[in-house]
């Protein structure tokens, strides 16, 4: 019997599982470093060259440009085990990262004013259609103030959102030397990503260094090729709604080991009275239950929608609205996994400086997020199934 193997999968697992072991090698500097997130209100220096060294930020980049293009399980098992450590850097990081991905899609010449010089150019990213755009000859006059760039102070480029005089929606590519940077983070939780704004006064942007949302939506993009690597092929969203909402599964089991020592403590030793806890047993259970429910349903969604791809086949519009409305909930799943946690975790949790309090504000923070509110999502999915037509073209 010949098996035939993909030689690309098995390297891309291989070189995935040692970045993974790099990452978890970190995790007590990022457990240090916390406080200096939130104290400074951004992901602090060192961790994100730890990251840097450890290959994170070239994890969804192309190999022509120092690129790892590993699958997005492997890269969303690392920003899991990160925020076990620290959300803010889990959250800033993983966007920034996200955005190489992005940038493969775009025109060859976008790609080469990113990296060109500098395979380690990093990006940032706020895609509120907020921007004023002008058609001129080449391009666009943009201007605009957006919110949310999260990790913005470690980038030199921004990824930044607006509407065309047509109606339609375009992502714009925009060097540092166009914009500037506003500090306006003040959060209740997340205080460590950098969340600042981003303010762009009547520059110009070439037409080649904007994305179309209906590239991203219909697979048209102008860097993917029938040669791109199997990754590239992803529909744009299906990858980046899961970067904002993947650090609270690993901020969901950090608050699940601080709660379970903080009850053992309270047990003096003795774990008979903790056994016999049914309310502390139940909140266990169902906390697990929910972590490996959330992870396994994402790894589920790449699984099924990398081996649909290597099988030249296409992603079909149904699951892609399914896809989206399971990655929405994570959010909601985490907060009542949090809740439960935080409401017995005890007297100490509600003075500042709680590790378990900080896991609640993250994950109540990041409910915030436009891509992390289900009802939407939820009304389109169940809206198709009833015969009308999708109405959602980030997915």
């Not at 190489?100 to 990113?114: H, T």
């Not at 139940?282 to 994402?298: P, Q």
């Not at 081996?307 to 909601?332: M, W």
């Amino acid at each position: 019997m010949n098996i035939t193997v993909d030689t690309d999968m098995m390297r891309a697992a291989e070189e995935g599982n040692a970045m993974l072991e790099r990452i978890e090698a970190l995790q007590p500097m990022l457990l240090a470093n916390q406080e200096l997130a939130r104290t400074e209100r951004r992901v602090p220096d060192e961790n994100i060259q730890a990251l840097q060294q450890a290959g994170f930020f070239l994890a969804l980049q192309p190999a022509r440009w120092g690129g790892h293009e590993l699958d997005p399980q492997a890269f969303f098992r690392m920003q899991m085990a990160i925020a076990e450590c620290c959300m803010s850097t889990a959250w800033a990081s993983g966007i920034v990262a996200v955005h190489a991905f992005q940038i493969a899609l775009m025109d060859e010449r976008a790609q080469e004013d990113v990296w060109r010089d500098d395979i380690h150019t990093r990006i940032s990213s706020s895609y509120a259609p907020m921007g004023k755009v002008e058609v001129v000859d080449g391009g666009f006059r943009f201007s605009g103030r957006w919110g949310w760039s999260s990790g913005c102070d470690h980038c030199s480029w921004a990824l930044l959102g607006g509407i065309l005089p047509d109606g339609t929606y375009r992502t714009f590519l925009v060097p540092e030397s166009d914009y500037r940077i506003e500090d306006t983070w003040h959060s209740m939780g997340l205080q460590g990503t950098g969340s600042n704004d981003v303010v762009v006064e009547d520059v110009f942007v070439p037409d080649y260094r904007t994305h179309k949302q209906s590239d991203g939506f219909e697979g048209t993009n102008p860097g993917v090729d029938d040669n791109s690597a199997t990754l590239y092929h992803l529909p744009w969203a299906q990858i980046f709604i899961r970067v904002v909402s993947t650090p609270a599964i690993g901020a969901s089991s950090k608050a699940l080991s601080l709660y379970t020592n903080l009850v053992k403590g309270k047990a003096s030793g003795d774990i008979t009275k903790l056994s016999q806890d049914t309310g502390t047993q139940m909140r266990i259970a169902a906390a697990k239950n929910s972590i490996e429910e959330m992870s396994t349903v994402m790894m589920a969604n790449f699984d099924n929608m990398m081996s649909t791809l290597r099988a030249g086949e296409t992603i079909t519009l149904e699951d892609r609205i399914l896809y989206r409305y399971q990655a929405s909930l994570v959010i909601e799943k985490s907060i009542e996994v949090v809740d439960s946690l935080f409401s017995s975790a005890g007297g100490s949790s509600v003075f500042q400086g709680s590790d378990i309090q900080q896991c609640f504000l993250d994950i109540h923070t990041a409910r915030a997020h436009v891509a992390n509110n289900p009802t939407g999502f939820a009304r389109n999915l169940g809206a198709v199934a009833l015969g009308a037509d999708n109405s959602d073209y980030f997915l």
